[in-house]
């Protein structure tokens, strides 16, 4: 296990299903609650289960929404504790 950000991780599952929200006319968005996220963000696991994890719930939430949505994903941190939410 290793200390990875899950905002970047986010990001990169964001990116890998860009064209299918694309297809279905989903609005991917990305909302930060607080200033130094980046700093706040760490978390100990395995980078390529983790962005797994988040194909998985993006992808999921893609695939189960109305076409013409916005998917909100909320990411917030705190300095023991990091957690992401997504919904439309």
């Known amino acids: 296990m290793l200390e990875v950000n899950a905002v970047t991780l986010l990001q990169l599952a964001m990116s890998q299903i860009q064209a299918q ?3 279905k ?3 991917l968005e990305l909302n930060r609650t607080m200033d130094n996220l980046f700093e706040h963000t ?3 696991g395995d980078a390529g289960m983790l962005t797994r994890a988040f194909m998985n719930l993006l992808t999921n939430a893609v ?3 109305d076409s013409g ?3 909100h ?3 917030s941190g705190h300095e023991h504790q990091s957690s992401a939410l ?3």
Do not use: G
């Open 21 to 23: 929200a694309t297809a």
């Open 25 to 27: 006319d989903i609005r």
């Open 42 to 44: 760490w978390v100990w």
């Open 63 to 65: 695939r189960y929404s």
């Open 69 to 71: 949505r916005r998917l």
């Open 73 to 75: 994903i909320t990411v």
């Open 86 to 88: 997504c919904h439309p």
